[in-house]
């Protein structure tokens, strides 16, 4: 199966091979895929290597690439709010916390460069002290059903990045996510970092944020913002209206 690289700053991944189809996440520049079937007009079903979903992208966005470039750990990422590269030869604005393999393999047909605002990468050894920085810098970002960039995003968008930043997997979807780590028991046992999930009135769980204690909230809900939480779940800062109900927390790190 042949294996590929993203080569434009944000891939949209849809659910069908057509533009007006709908967009259920996204690959930023410099992330690996598998590539399955390849329809004439060139659209290709991928599998993305790092969360293992699956949707359509356009062949346009993307370079072949050998084992070795797809098997390499991300060597740097974008330290501010965007970045350059150059892609032979031309500019590429990249979002904040882009994560590259750079002088890790043969990127196929493409040079890469990297330019200001980007800096080597490593998984931080304290999650602890570093995920609120990190989620802090999407403040206000727009809300986009299928994002996750601080160029709009979705609530589970946010805490895979913010947490993929950290060096910490997360899956895609918040109902996926909410299977990962360790059940938190009760909101006054939180601590900063942990992940608070929230379901619909048939049960289904479609909601997460980050905790930054065990009154406050960090979550992608028409932007990203900060909102009271009790042990009933949310509550608007703006209007004093409850928004989501809290289902469960798990800890990651």
């Known amino acids: 199966m042949p294996l590929a690289i993203t080569i434009v700053p944000i891939m949209p991944l849809r659910s069908e091979p057509s533009h007006r189809s709908e967009m259920i996440s996204q690959a930023v520049f410099g992330e690996c895929l598998e590539t399955e079937t390849v329809t004439p007009d060139g659209w290709v079903k991928v599998r993305m290597q790092y969360d293992g979903y699956e949707g359509w992208v356009t062949l346009s966005h993307l370079e072949t690439i050998p084992q070795s470039l797809y098997d390499a750990l991300p060597t740097h990422r974008v330290a501010r709010w965007q970045a350059v590269v150059t892609l032979n030869g031309r500019p590429v604005h990249l979002p904040f916390g882009t994560l590259l393999k750079l002088g890790a393999g043969d990127w196929g047909r493409a040079t ?22 990190v989620a802090l810098e999407f403040l206000n970002t727009g809300y986009l059903w299928g994002g996750k960039t601080v160029f709009g995003t979705d ?7 913010v947490y993929k930043i950290l060096g910490i997997p997360l899956l895609r979807d918040a ?12 909101l006054q046992e939180v601590r900063p970092g942990d992940l608070a999930f929230f379901d619909n009135p048939e ?20 932007k990203v913002r900060i909102d009271p939480i009790d042990n009933q779940g949310i509550v608007s800062a703006d209007t004093g209206e409850r928004t989501h109900q809290l289902r469960l927390i798990k800890r990651l790190f």
């Open 155 to 161: 609530c589970s968008g946010f805490t895979q990045t």
């Open 203 to 222: 049960g289904r769980i479609t909601h997460v944020g980050i905790l930054l204690n065990d009154q406050q909230i960090i979550h992608a809900s028409g």
């Open 175 to 186: 109902y996926q996510q909410a299977a990962q780590g360790e059940t938190v028991s009760f």
């Open 112 to 133: 890469v460069v990297a330019g200001e605002g980007i800096t080597p990468f490593a998984a931080t050894s304290s999650p602890g002290e570093a995920w609120e920085a």
